[in-house]
Nanobody, 119 residues
Framework: QVQLVESGGGLVQPGGSLRLSCAAS????????MGWYRQAPGKQRELVAR???????NYADSAKGRFTISRDNAKNTVALQMNSLKVEDTAVYYC?????????????WGQGTQVTVSS
């Protein structure tokens, strides 16, 4: 079993920044992909960004140029730096870990952290 604990959500004005963090513990394989997904009310959960243990990254078009994903393999943590936030970024953000890029298995999920962008 793998446990994921997110932190860093909150309320921010449009144009502001937030940094989300996720710490993984438990039976984690050394080679994996950690990522961030989000789900807005009435919408499906969608990928925001993901990063492999080797450092390969993948971003949703909506995140490119504004968000940066990073990880610390030694600490089993992943972070998402979000800049130039927009109202449409409002959602619950979930941390996820899977075995590899494109793994169809759902992997493990955190409990989610709310991000609200509003003036």
């Amino acid at each position: 079993q793998v446990q994921l604990v997110e932190s860093g959500g909150g309320l921010v004005q449009p144009g502001g920044s937030l940094r989300l963090s996720c710490a993984a513990s438990g039976s984690i394989i050394s080679s994996n992909v950690m990522g961030w997904y989000r789900q807005a009310p009435g919408k499906q959960r969608e990928l925001v960004a993901r990063i492999s243990s080797g450092g390969t990254t993948n971003y949703a078009d909506s995140a490119k140029g504004r968000f940066t994903i990073s990880r610390d393999n030694a600490k089993n943590t992943v972070a998402l730096q979000m800049n130039s936030l927009k109202v449409e970024d409002t959602a619950v953000y979930y941390c996820n870990v899977r075995r590899y890029m494109g793994d169809p298995a759902p992997g493990y999920w955190g409990q989610g952290t709310q991000v609200t962008v509003s003036s």
